[in-house]
């Protein structure tokens, strides 16, 4: 998919925080099958087609540890 070369220059388009990839459980949160999200977990950011979607209105926001 993303490479770790690649990877790590995302940050995101809101804070400039880095990003890695999501996690099962923030995925499953912000109800995306593939995804970035920030360091602090805040917002997920969804790939499609390979493609990251780091535009701030694609952004989804979930409360990190919130079930």
């Known amino acids: 998919?993303?490479?770790?070369?690649?990877?790590?220059?995302?940050t995101c388009p809101e804070?400039?925080?880095p990003l890695r990839l999501a996690t099962a459980?923030?995925?499953a949160r912000a109800k995306c099958e593939h995804g970035l999200t920030r360091q602090d977990g805040g917002i997920v950011y969804p790939i499609q087609e390979d493609i990251?979607?780091?535009m701030a209105e694609y952004g989804v926001r979930i409360v990190?540890?919130?079930e």
């Open 52 to 54: 990251p979607m780091l």
């Open 1 to 10: 998919m993303l490479s770790e070369r690649f990877l790590s220059v995302l």
């Open 15 to 17: 804070s400039g925080q």
């Open 25 to 27: 459980e923030e995925l």
């Open 64 to 66: 990190p540890g919130a």
